[in-house]
Nanobody, 125 residues
Framework: QVQPVESGGGLVQAGGSLKLSCAAT????????MGWFRQAPGKEREFVAA????????AYAYSVKGRFTISRENPKNTMYLQMNGLKPEDTAVYYC??????????????????WGQGTQVTVSS
C-alpha cells in the first residue's frame, strides 16, 4: 500500500518561494503518475500540477503555470513542487496524489488511487 507523505509547507510572504516534497512510502512497484492538488478554505479541492512516471510529461493549472514546477526523483520515490512568486491566493492545504496510470498526467482526482494528508501553505500579503 502506497502512502504519500507531504512535507515542506509553511508561512511565506507574497513573492516568496517554497518547495514541497512528497515521499511515496511503501511503493514496491514501478513508478506511476503523480500530482498535486490544493484546497483553500471554503473551496473545492482543485488541480495544481501532474507528472507522468518518467517525469518528461507535465501539466499545470493555468493559475500556477510559469510560477510552479513539478518534478520527481524515482530512485527516491519522491515528487516535488517548486513554488515561486507565491501569492496570497495560493494559500491552501496542498495534497500529494499517487497511483495514476503511468503514461499520462491527469488533472482530475479520480485518476489517483493514493492521497497524502496534506501540508499547509500560507502566503501573507
Amino acid at each position: 500500500q502506497v502512502q504519500p507523505v507531504e512535507s515542506g509547507g509553511g508561512l511565506v510572504q507574497a513573492g516568496g518561494s517554497l518547495k514541497l516534497s512528497c515521499a511515496a512510502t511503501g511503493r514496491t512497484s514501478s513508478p506511476l503518475g503523480m500530482g498535486w492538488f490544493r484546497q483553500a478554505p471554503g473551496k473545492e479541492r482543485e488541480f495544481v500540477a501532474a507528472i507522468n512516471w518518467s517525469g518528461d510529461r507535465t501539466a499545470y493549472a493555468y493559475s500556477v503555470k510559469g510560477r510552479f514546477t513539478i518534478s520527481r526523483e524515482n530512485p527516491k520515490n519522491t515528487m516535488y513542487l517548486q513554488m515561486n512568486g507565491l501569492k496570497p491566493e495560493d494559500t491552501a492545504v496542498y495534497y500529494c496524489a499517487d497511483g495514476a496510470p503511468p503514461a499520462g498526467n491527469y488533472p482530475y482526482e479520480s485518476a489517483y488511487a493514493y492521497w497524502g494528508q496534506g501540508t499547509q501553505v500560507t502566503v501573507s500579503s
